[in-house]
């Protein structure tokens, strides 16, 4: 045999065996760990919440093989399973879990900041947190700041419930070198000098999610007194543009959707550890333009308030925009 075919021989027996050994040290790797979720709705869900549970749920399995996916109602009995994420849609959903799964980690969605640190009163641990799709009071405040530029004092009608938010409000409007007026709604009778009130001592006003102070019998009160003071509402979300709302910021379900698909990622990445609770940091803003035109407001492109917002709250940081 030639040397020349011993050496062809040599090479083609060495890349054989390092195959052989390549293949043996695939066939030994363990198996990718299997995440589970678990993204569980009330018995009798309301539609959205329904919609956002089959759609989330599609997100989820599209992150991989290795996440196994359910829907599921709250079990009757307690479970203290830590290697299960549970997802919540809706406030009673987060009410069943927590007494539920009481060391299991709990993201919940589609819930008011309200709602949440009342149901998540009693369970003290870093265990829970949730994402909010409502327009935080300081991202509508930054708005303010954008669209009338002249202005400095913004109102408020809080309810009774909401008193313990005034000096938080009051700190937040200092930073941004605003100065916060605000009247308490103590009952319907005092409604309409109330806001009287404050449209005096304002250049505008912020609306709340306080469905006992904006609603249907009131919004046009509300809208109709501003207009004749020569003032304008900012929305607490998209359902205030129609009826005359000048703007506001909000986060849709697509966006919401897209979040919490994102912390679920990274939840399992990170050593499954949850964020703090906060509100949605992706949103868009939504303008009437005729009511807009008629204040002889000037309106940009909605993009450059996203911007400008999103870079001030990322200078405050999330302690700041949670309130």
Known sequence: MSSYLCRILTVGLTLLSITLCCTTVVAQRPDIAIQHIKVILDKQPTRIEQSFSDQLITNLKLLGKNFNVEASQVEDK??????????????????????VYRDTPILATLISPIEYEFITSERQTNQVSAIFHQAPVMRQMLLFKELYPTGRRIG??????????????????????????????????????????????????????????????TIKSILLTLYRHNKFLLGADKN??????????????????????DIVSLFFQRNKTL?????????????????????????????????????TELNFGNSEVYE
């Open 78 to 99: 307690t479970s203290n399973n830590k290697n299960v994420l549970i997802v919540t849609v809706g406030s009673k959903a987060l009410a069943k879990a927590t007494r």
């Open 156 to 217: 408020v009608l809080l309810s009774p419930q909401e008193r313990n938010k005034i000096e938080i409000l009051k700190n937040i409007a200092f930073k941004l070198n605003l100065i916060l007026e605000y009247e308490i709604v103590t009952e319907p009778e005092s409604f309409s000098k109330a806001l009287i009130r404050v449209i005096n001592r304002s250049d505008a006003l912020i609306a709340t999610n306080s469905r006992s102070i904006y609603n249907r019998s």
């Open 240 to 261: 205030f543009i129609k009826p005359g709302s000048v703007a506001t910021t909000y986060t849709s379900m697509q966006q919401l959707l897209d979040e919490t698909t």
């Open 275 to 311: 964020p703090k609770p906060s509100f949605s940091k992706r949103f868009s803003v939504d303008f009437n333009e005729d009511v807009a035109r008629s204040l002889n407001l000037e309106v940009k492109p909605s993009a450059h308030y996203t911007d400008v917002i999103q870079a």
